[in-house]
């Protein structure tokens, strides 16, 4: 396994990760997934100020992603950023994912970030033991702050300090 910048050739293995996401889970709070383009258009956005890491095997195939993103507008958030993850299904559970967020956190920090947030849906007890096994601590709840499925959400926000 290694890692490596996104590119836009990435877009069409990273949304046949995130497409079922979408389409199957409150995971994302996205009601219909993106296109292949719209994925390439959010690389190259994300590109421009903010990491995208990806973990490929061997043969170079996608195994799952990581990036960063703007946390809020103001200036005074510009050392923060939101982080996202995710890992294609044949390699959930082999110990890929804390790497690959230690990939994108190492990059924040040469970057000159200084925290990390994450929004995890609930109940997802995936995303939280990886929260925990990357380092990041849980500091609140938002409650019922999403409709998916005909159903209200909770999600909570977790924190790393860089």
């Known amino acids: 396994m290694k890692f490596r910048s996104a590119t836009i050739a990435d877009a069409e293995a990273i949304h046949a990760i995130y497409a079922p996401i979408v ?12 296109t292949v383009a719209e994925v390439a258009a959010r690389i190259e956005r994300t590109l421009a100020g903010y990491p ?3 973990a490929v095997d061997d043969d170079d195939a996608l195994m799952g ?28 559970g082999r110990g890929l994912a804390v790497p690959l967020y230690e990939a994108l956190l190492a990059e924040l920090l040469a970057r000159g970030f200084h925290a990390v947030v994450a929004v995890i849906n609930m109940p997802n007890d995936a995303s939280v033991a ?19 499925f005909g159903e209200w959400w909770n999600v909570e926000v977790w924190e790393r300090l860089l």
């Open 65 to 92: 992603y990581a990036y960063a993103s703007q946390f809020r507008a103001r200036p005074a958030y510009r050392f923060t950023a939101e982080a996202s993850i995710a890992v294609a299904p044949a390699y959930r």
């Open 23 to 34: 389409e199957t889970t409150p995971v994302s709070f996205e009601l219909e997934p993106p």
């Open 130 to 148: 990886l929260h925990e096994r990357a380092g990041f601590r849980r500091v609140g709840v938002l409650h019922e702050v999403g409709f998916k």
């Open 52 to 54: 995208w890491i990806v």
